[in-house]
């Protein structure tokens, strides 16, 4: 047994480098084949955890609160089980991280709430966004995500015994469109801010407020200043993730990604104190969280700018320019 899983594991991985050495084309489908396999794999255990933790609570339930094993059982497991699927792909999706380890170490430990918001270019955004936490901080992590996510097989699954806030789209089939049920978007911002101030626990949020829908991804969208009212009303750290070549990798017209990729993470703190910066602003709590809004964006958008200029856009070096940003596989 021990044997068979081993050679499940390792054989989409010689076959995806080797395929590297031979064609770009043949790289990018067995890159493909391999990375779907190993999410698939290192996916099913938090599944199975996150099935048992729902059914649990409904035998057992636990009042709603920072403090929950079940939490604490799926964050974990997702993880280290993600931490272990981006290793089993690191002969081929090269990752260059800065400032992981300041953000492992000093996410929250000023005791001020603290939240963390990034550019959002790929599905698989949340697959290197929750390793990128420390074990022991991550399941105080909680994420305001497109209720749509909720449909997708697993994954759905193990979103919704994270306990993540849905933010439901009044158009879902249109990329362009922004618009959110008002109503139930007020009740999602209640509980997030909730879990944030209340509770003790930490946020995340994409501020684009979608998926990057190209065809320009290394251009950073307008951050909606909605989310960041709270930033303005209570004092907190804000930390700020910049990604870049995660739409080559997996973009959203994907149906799987897993192509061969040099991708590029940055993690830096924007401030110790929010109420320090918005008081450069100035004027009322509208005007804070547009200058907020608009300062996080073009932070971020230089992270990603200063990666992209180190060669962590997407393609590996030796990937052939022509058609480099077509998708594999069409959803």
Known sequence: MPTT?????????????????????????????????????????????????????????????????????????SCLCWRLLWTLCSPWVRIHREGLEDFRSNFGASGKPAVLIG?????????????????RHAWRARMMVSHHL???????????????????FTKSDDVNSMEVDKVAMAETQRGFEAHVLQKGGFGVWYPEGRMNPGPDYEKVCMFRAGGFGMCCREDMEIWCLAQSGMAYFWSRYHT????PSDLGVKIFKLCDSSKA????????????????????????????????????AGPPAWAPKEGASRPLLQA
């Open 150 to 168: 909720l449909k997708i097989p697993a994954l759905g699954k193990i979103i919704e015994a994270m306990d993540h806030y849905p933010v439901k």
């Open 256 to 259: 799987v990604g897993g192509r």
């Open 5 to 77: 899983l081993l050679l499940v594991f390792l054989v989409p991985i010689v076959a995806a480098v080797v395929a590297s050495k031979v064609s770009a084309k043949a790289a990018d489908k067995c890159g493909t084949i391999a990375f779907a396999l190993l999410l698939v794999l290192c996916t099913v255990p938090p599944f199975l955890i996150s099935v048992f933790c729902q059914a649990s609570q409904k035998l057992k339930p636990i009042p709603d609160g920072i403090k929950s094993w079940r939490r604490w059982a799926v964050y974990t497991s």
């Open 119 to 135: 550019n959002h270019m790929s599905f698989a955004d949340t697959l290197l966004g929750v390793p990128s936490f420390s074990v």
């Open 277 to 312: 910066l918005v008081a450069q602003a100035g004027g009322d709590e509208k005007a804070q969280t547009i200058f907020l809004a608009n300062l996080a964006q073009q932070k971020i958008q230089a992270g990603v700018d200063e990666l992209v200029a180190a060669g962590h």
